[in-house]
């Protein structure tokens, strides 16, 4: 090995290669300073004075399936200029670290497409390396996301365990990347990202949330010139939930024949009609299930007929198709039916201003699906806030995210 390959296959220069040494199954590099090179760690300056060595050990990139060490006698030095007596920079390491930065890079860049088993395994280091690296590494380019130039954000919680444990997401829907974790659900989770946003003074143009009172106050208190927008997914949602519950509210009261028709019928009320399968007769058992129970069919023919808002041309023609819906909900004489006019009615605008601004927090679900596959990945995370720092690059990750 010549000085020269140190610089075009490791990036290192300054140094000299001086002898190869092979310990169990590992390359070894001995390299020395330049002694023509030596500057002054403080003031880079030249007037310094030899001052002994100390024996270091740094772990560099593999040379195929073998691992491979950087051995160096790092000097000492005293500053005739400074008056202090420190180790030099080294210029391919930073302080304090066993490896150098090109393998720091190195798994940096297997981290992006594999899991930290899977890296420290191919590497033949420990997991807890691969972690110091990754957290260092998540530090620096994470921990705080530029906010200056925001337009459009999308705010959702997700689950991330047993105990009912929470974390509010914050999502920049026009780079995908996540802009704030904070723990909890509540309005408090979100305290530390509006003090941020104030002092980044970006002009947010709409939000994207679900229709939670915590969420809504929170925004309209800190964002008040930013339109908030309900998210549609969410809302068919909050239908689907309250139209199953009818369904078992039904089902209790039937008689016999009754509980056997609308027994297994759930995911058939929820299901997109197109979807129905011929097959199975989905198509079939569901018409029977509406033609025994008028209060069924009606939610369930309206719930279709409310699909259909977001599909309106404009603005003005949503909010006659909303009225309409609203009006037929309420004489429709089912108290669920009712319950939920009364709901758009009370959110009608943050239902409209999709048609200002059509934008879901439907991405900011997708991440949440990504985040519990990590954490799935990972047995679960101990040290939160190095999930934390996970979730910030997520939108960076390149292996396949599966369960």
């Known amino acids: 090995m010549s000085t020269s390959i140190l610089y075009h296959g490791f990036g290192i220069y300054g140094y000299r290669y001086t002898r190869t040494e092979y310990q169990q199954g590992a390359l070894v590099f001995s390299i020395e300073k330049d002694p023509t090179s030596l500057r002054c760690p403080c003031c880079k300056g030249i007037q310094v004075i030899r001052k002994g060595t100390t024996l270091r050990w740094f772990h560099t990139l593999p040379i195929g399936n073998k691992q491979v060490y950087l051995k160096l006698q790092v000097p000492r030095v005293m500053c005739r200029a400074c008056g202090i007596v420190r180790q030099i920079t080294l210029g391919f390491a930073d302080a304090r670290r066993t490896y150098t930065r090109a393998f720091q890079r190195y798994v940096v860049e297997l981290s992006k497409r594999m899991t930290i088993r899977d890296v420290a395994r191919h590497l033949g280091i420990g997991w807890d390396t691969v972690k110091e690296v990754l957290r260092t590494y998540l ?92 998210d549609h997914f969410d809302l068919i949602k909050l239908f689907n939930d309250k139209l199953s519950k009818l369904r078992r509210e039904l089902q209790q009261k039937a008689e016999s024949v009754g509980k056997k028709v609308l027994k297994g019928t ?62 037929r909900a309420t004489a429709s004489g089912v108290s669920m039916l009712r319950k939920f006019a009364k709901t758009l009615d009370s959110h009608r605008e943050g239902i409209l201003a999709y048609f200002d601004f059509p934008i879901s927090t439907g991405p900011l679900e997708g991440t949440n699906n990504k985040i519990k596959t990590l954490q799935k990945q990972a047995y679960g995370f101990r040290d939160m806030d190095f999930f934390k720092l996970k979730i910030y690059a997520l939108h960076e990750t390149r292996y396949a995210l599966i369960g």
Not at 149 to 177: M, P, Q
Not at 302 to 320: G, P
């Open 139 to 230: 530090s620096s380019r994470f921990s705080r996301p530029d906010l200056k130039n925001l337009d459009l954000i999308a705010i959702d919680e997700i689950s991330i365990g047993k105990g009912h444990r929470y974390l509010t997401v914050v999502l920049d829907l026009l780079s995908g990347a996540v802009l704030f974790v904070g723990d909890g659900r509540d309005a408090d989770s979100l305290t530390p990202f509006w003090k941020r946003l104030k002092r980044a003074k970006p002009k947010i143009r709409a939000v994207a949330i679900d229709m939670s009172p915590a969420y809504v106050a929170a925004v309209s208190a800190n964002l008040p010139t930013a339109a908030i927008v309900f």
């Open 266 to 327: 759930r995911w058939l009320l929820l299901k997109n009609p197109d979807n129905l399968s011929d097959e199975r007769n989905e198509k079939q058992r569901l018409e029977e299930a509406l033609r025994l129970n008028s209060s069924l069919a009606t939610a369930y023919y309206l719930k279709e007929d409310l699909r259909q808002l977001w599909d309106e041309l404009n603005k003005s023609a949503a909010r006659v198709f909303l009225d309409d819906w609203i009006a």
